[in-house]
């Protein structure tokens, strides 16, 4: 395998009119699902609401096309709402598209530099923090459009803005609140239907009919942004100088290390849920590319959406043709129905981007962490603080330095050094693998999870977050461990919560492939006495046939050397101690 070669090029050597179909129906499915937050994420940005579906056909399709995974879905995302408005309100929108190009050229770099697997090393507690940070800052700059509140310029500043909220209460809009409340209701219940077609845009059909039809007096897209394009704008060409360079510099890395983190945290999940692995530095390469060619035609930054992936991989999406047809429906909707887009109410988008921030909060996991040792605890309330106090430019400079001394300090009690070193060199085969996901038969009713390296305790948060976005629980999940080193509190906290989660939906969790220790650090916590012992293996033939007896299956019986009994790794273990 060449290095930097896109997935698309690998996988239509296989390509078939079957796996086509199934592209064709995830990828059209996926496009509607991103129609409602491209736009919320734009004027969420501080910039046109178009220019949220631009970034999602553009970024989105080039991302597919050039990108290191087979399902990855790229566009707009929340993370980057603080930064960009930031920028938009200091810089204007043309000092937006300059750090954006920066950025993607910083990107493209970090890319040809092998720096993505590195990138994969970032400590947990510094993602929350900031992640959670973001999230507040989300749903505190969506009160005033909410809420209807007459105010003409909202501050900035945390503290300010809520000064200023307080004193408007006031103003309310009785007609903005009630459209904000009903679509809220919708998204909460409409997931418990179907998750076919998300609640976001059943809330804005019946809202937008109901302020049309009943001519309610509040704001609409039309009413704050006047007549919206419908197509792609001309290419932009920016002068750029050394002046613009130096005073973006910032803002641009900030923007590169986000779109970095979050496009890895996406992929290494999406690669969990299909049992492949994706290539660092070539999706890096191609989230570079996509934000320079982007702010050209006025878009906005981009990234992996793990919400969208998610939703592509459940209903079939394999390979990169899902997400560039993805982009192609994005483009045929702005094209055809994009005028219809000004009668949307602002309330109701405030009320898509409300349910965005308490998605990206991962408040359990921060209350999680707080349990933790008192260096997780210093450094998720450090990079929390920092982004709703002060600047996310600064929590990510912190967050970053606190997250090198963090590494080292979990580096310091992994031993196994070959599973590190496999994570670092990123040229995974998976041909060569003879025990993938892939080359096995998994039951109907099961899905396999597979966590690699010492990411884990990032990628499992972002699992959590992408089931929330599937519509039937299997009734096994297997969650392989086979690449995972070593396991922290936080690890553990997430596994927890997870098999909490299983036991709600009913859903039978067994572990596969644990390593001697993270299953001492499992024994010592009390998990494997909750999960039980006959639901922990050291391989995946004996954990699918652990899922097939409790599916009421024959067992395959390929594995005839391991016996999965916890007891008998604890005897070897005091016996190498001995």
């Known amino acids: 395998m060449k290095p930097f070669t896109p997935k698309l090029f690998t996988v239509l050597k296989d390509y078939n009119r079957q796996q086509f179909y199934k592209d064709l129906s995830a990828g059209i499915i996926v ?19 178009e220019k949220g579906i631009i970034t999602a056909v553009i970024a989105g399709f080039i991302i597919s096309a ?15 709402i603080v930064i960009v408005y930031g920028i938009v309100q200091t810089y204007g929108v043309t000092g937006l598209a300059i750090a954006t190009m920066m950025a993607g050229v910083l990107l493209v770099i970090m890319g040809l530099a092998r720096f993505g697997s590195v990138i994969k ?50 103003t309310i809009n009785l007609h903005s609140f009630a459209i904000g409340a009903v679509s809220l209701l919708i998204m909460i219940i409409w997931p418990k239907i179907t998750h076919k077609i998300p609640g976001s845009l059943i809330a804005i059909i019946v809202t937008t009919i109901a302020v049309y039809f009943l001519a309610m007096p509040t704001a609409t897209i039309g009413s704050v942004f006047g007549t919206l394009d419908s197509g792609l704008p001309s290419p932009e060409v920016h002068q750029i100088n050394f002046t613009t360079i130096k005073n973006l510099i910032m803002p641009a890395i900030t923007i590169a290390l986000l779109g970095a983190i979050e496009s890895l945290l996406s ?24 934000n320079i060619v ?27 043709v899902a997400g560039i047809i993805h982009a192609v429906t994005l483009l045929l909707i702005m094209l055809f129905f994009g005028h219809l887009a000004r009668l949307i109410p602002m309330a109701t988008l405030a009320a898509v981007l409300i349910i965005v921030a308490y998605n990206m909060s991962e408040w359990k ?55 590190v070193t496999r994570e670092l060199t990123d040229d995974y085969d998976e041909s060569s693998d003879t025990m993938a996901i892939s080359r096995k038969i998994v039951p109907e009713g099961v899905e396999v999870f597979e966590i690699n390296g010492p990411f884990f305790f990032g990628a499992a948060e972002k699992f959590k977050e992408a089931m929330r976005a599937l519509e039937d629980p299997p009734r096994v999940r297997i969650i392989r461990m086979r690449n995972v080193p070593a396991i922290d509190s936080t690890g553990i906290h997430v596994l927890e919560d997870t098999l909490k989660e299983a036991k709600r939906t009913d859903t039978r969790l067994v572990l596969s492939g644990v390593h001697t220790q993270p299953l001492m650090a499992l024994v010592n916590a009390g998990f494997i006495d909750t999960i039980g012992e006959e639901n922990v ?22 594995s005839k050397d391991f016996t999965p009994n916890v007891k008998r790794e604890e005897n070897l273990n005091s016996g190498e101690r001995k």
């Open 121 to 170: 090393f970032i400590p947990h507690p510094v993602v929350v923090g900031f992640t959670s940070g973001i999230a507040v800052i989300i749903f505190s700059s969506q009160i005033k459009d909410f809420l209807g509140l007459h105010i003409h310029n909202v501050p900035s500043d945390f503290i300010e803005k809520w000064i200023v909220y307080f004193g408007a209460f006031s």
């Open 365 to 419: 996991t921060f209350l999680s962490i707080l349990k933790s040792p008192k260096s997780d605890v210093a450094v998720v309330l450090t990079t929390f603080f920092l982004t709703v106090i002060f600047d996310l430019t600064i929590a990510i400079e912190v967050g970053m330095v606190l997250a090198v001394f963090l590494f080292m300090r979990q580096m310091a009690m992994v031993t196994n050094v070959g599973v």
């Open 294 to 320: 982007t702010p050209i035609f006025g878009g906005i930054p981009a990234t992996g959406a793990i919400a969208r992936t998610a939703t592509n991989i459940k209903n079939g999406g394999r390979t990169p």
């Open 66 to 80: 050039l990108g290191g995974s087979r399902v990855q879905i790229g566009g707009p995302t929340g993370a980057f």
């Open 31 to 49: 496009g509607i699902v991103a129609l409602p937050l491209a736009i919320a994420f734009g004027i969420a940005s501080g910039v046109s609401p």
């Open 267 to 290: 992929a290494v999940v999406a690669d969990g849920m299909i049992g492949g692995r994706h290539r660092s530095n070539v999706e890096l390469i191609a989230q570079g590319i996509a």
């Open 537 to 558: 293996y050291g391989n995946i033939d004996d954990a699918l046939d652990r899922a097939r007896e409790i599916l009421g299956l024959p067992k395959m019986g390929r």
